[in-house]
């Protein structure tokens, strides 16, 4: 369940591997039936696109649903992100990015590790997405695209976008993390700065099949456009941090939801543990 020596060179140079069709349909299929109830919820976990009925996320389900519980101590993910980060790992961030058919909005060039750097503390990058595909994604439903190879520019600083801008709001509140998860991202790249990598490293937009994982590093840059196609096009994102690098406190902490203060090592599940009746 680890990964090839192969895997993990492609990860390496590149910053992200794909295993395709790493879940099986029914596995998939229970994770899908999960979707239409979490995104009825009306909770302060759910982000909605801009014009304001469409679900973008939904945050933390790891810990109020069972199925995504089991994921996020899944061995085909939780192994991997130990074989890259060489050693064991919590589960930092769980996302469920819906790209919804017609609707869902785009994601600006950014990188994952300067949001959880200045909002979180987070020291190092030594952190791993593992992205999981319910939906098959391609060139017509807001793919991913990935500059190949960016990760090794390290940390890029770039200018927060003005608070008011993002929320429309002239005051931090509760909510204020949401500008981390709307169209208009607190950090992103800049058009010359997205010019200039581009000049270095090749952009290629991701294709998967659905059960497929895409492991990938917090400093790739990447982006999404919007997904003007009849096809959703839902992912779950799990973010493994190493226990070996523990955030610092901040002022105004995130809400746990979003950046799990769990610390403990998982210990991953049996490798059928999404199709047993039960699992401790
Ligand atoms: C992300 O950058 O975290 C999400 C991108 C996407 O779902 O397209
Ligand atoms: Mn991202």
């Known amino acids: 369940m680890f990964l090839t020596e192969e895997q993990i060179t492609t990860y390496k140079n590149n910053g992200f591997v794909l295993l395709d069709e790493y879940f099986s349909r029914t596995e998939i299929e229970l994770m899908k039936a999960e ?11 759910r982000v909605l696109e801009e014009e304001g009925n469409t679900v973008r996320s939904v945050h933390g389900s790891h810990t109020t649903n069972e199925v995504f519980r089991r994921l996020s101590r899944h061995p085909r993910l939780v192994l991997p992100a130990m074989h890259i980060l060489g050693s064991k790992v919590y589960v930092y961030q769980f996302k469920i ?6 609707s869902g909005d785009v994601w600006e060039w950014h990188q994952d590790y300067i949001f959880w750097k200045k909002e979180d503390g ?21 793919s991913l695209f990935f500059m190949v190879g960016s990760h090794k520019e390290g940390m890029i600083e770039v200018k927060a976008r003005n608070f008011k801008e993002i929320s429309g709001e002239s005051k931090v509140n509760d909510s204020s993390w949401k500008s981390s998860f709307t169209a208009k991202l607190k950090y992103s790249l800049n058009q010359k700065m997205i010019a200039d990598l581009a000049l270095k490293y090749k952009i290629v937009s991701i294709k998967a099949l659905p059960g497929s994982v895409l492991f990938f590093d917090s400093n790739i840059v990447h982006s999404s456009p919007n997904n003007i196609s009849p096809f959703d096009r839902s992912v779950v994102i799990v973010t493994f941090n190493s226990i070996e690098n523990i955030p610092s406190t901040v002022d105004n902490p995130r809400p746990d939801f979003l950046v799990s203060r769990d610390f403990r090592p998982i210990e991953p599940l049996s490798d059928n543990a999404l199709l047993i009746q039960s699992v401790s």
């Not at 990015?97 to 017609?102: E, G, H, Q, V």
């Not at 190092?124 to 593992?130: D, F, G, K, S």
């Open 35 to 45: 979707l239409p109830a979490l995104f009825a919820e009306e909770t302060s976990k």
């Open 97 to 102: 990015n819906a790209k919804a058919a017609f």
């Open 122 to 142: 987070l020291q190092t990058p030594r952190v791993t997405n593992a992205l999981v595909f319910l939906d098959e994604m391609n060139e017509l439903n807001g």
